[in-house]
């Protein structure tokens, strides 16, 4: 899969492509079935070219940074599940204020007609585009008729719940998991690089790894949570108990943390290997211990209840 990080590194001698715009913070379902119509089309009009078009940073981060969301994924794991969910290319706009200022017709002419070459555009039913957002999917219909390109309009569509980011961040900042994980087609994941921690686990018999989370990243809840600790390098994967936030039962620890502990495993060295720690269900939430007597024989029910419910 190529990545554009500019209109204009596209080849000029590009085929005709069918074209698919938006976020696509998270890739969840719904940016999942858009792509997937995005290839049916491209099979209807004879292409065999898929490209998705998206945006770095996030538009609100450059228009309203004190309203901008916080990332479901980084960019490089939304060009991942672009390309697992059937994009050919990604083009990556790099938001700015200049681009914001297009109109609807420019941003067409510049990136779809000029740029992309597309016979077709597929999107969200509620993709807005251009200055001000002025632009919707009735706009892009005319501008498709006037520039040779058919549009295509997916209703993102979950059931009582319409598929979302917004959806899926409420959903994570709640600590529902299971939740997020309908929403997003498999469950919410943190990927970094563990480094070392005050290793207060390792002393209590319970070893975990440590995952700084970014500001700007989508962690859950505060709290205890069932999932696995996948190695990025090798594939493993270990059933691991997950723990979120800060720990209060000691006095001193700073900073939001996500500290995996591998059951039945204190040998492993995952220090400087990148990880992804995956969520399946939350156990509990966060708890302030009178002693640590109470809170080793608590962390030995976390242990045995993520057992039971990954069958490990």
Not at 156 to 166: A, E, I, K, N
Request: hydrophobic share 45%.
């Amino acid at each position: 899969m190529r990545v554009w990080r500019d209109v204009s590194e596209v080849p000029a001698d590009l085929a005709r492509t069918v074209v698919t715009i938006g976020n696509f913070d998270g890739v969840h379902l719904g940016h999942q079935h858009v792509v997937a119509r995005a290839r049916e089309v491209a099979a209807a009009q004879g292409v065999d070219h898929v490209v998705a078009v998206t945006f770095d940073p996030h538009p609100m981060a450059v228009l309203r940074p004190d309203h901008a969301p916080v990332m479901l994924t980084s960019l490089d794991e939304r060009l991942r599940l672009l390309g697992a969910a059937g994009a050919d290319d990604v083009l990556v706009l790099p938001f700015s204020r200049e681009i914001a200022a297009w109109t609807p017709e420019e941003f067409v002419q510049r990136v779809i007609v000029d740029g992309l070459r597309a016979c077709g555009v597929v999107v969200g039913a509620n993709f807005r585009y251009g200055c001000k957002a002025a632009g919707d999917v009735h706009d892009l219909a005319v501008s498709g008729e006037q520039h040779d390109f058919v549009v295509d309009a997916v209703a993102l569509d979950g059931g009582p719940q319409v598929w979302s980011s917004t959806y899926v961040r409420s959903c994570i900042a709640a600590g529902d998991v299971t939740g997020a994980a309908e929403a997003l087609g498999r469950p919410f994941a943190i990927r970094g690089v563990v480094v070392k921690g005050d290793q207060r686990g390792r002393e209590l018999g319970f070893p975990t790894a440590n995952v700084p989370t970014p500001a700007e990243a989508a962690a859950p809840a505060d709290g205890v949570y069932a999932g696995w600790l996948t190695r990025l390098d090798t594939g493993e994967r270990f059933a691991a108990a997950i723990s979120v936030g800060t720990n209060p039962t000691f006095d001193g620890v700073v900073g939001h943390r996500v500290e995996s502990y591998v059951l039945d495993r204190t040998d492993l060295d995952l220090y400087g290997v990148e990880v992804e720690v995956a969520f399946v269900e939350r156990l509990r939430g966060m708890v302030k211990f009178e002693g640590i007597e109470k809170l080793v024989e608590t962390m030995h029910d976390d242990v045995r209840r993520t057992r039971e419910l990954l069958g490990s």
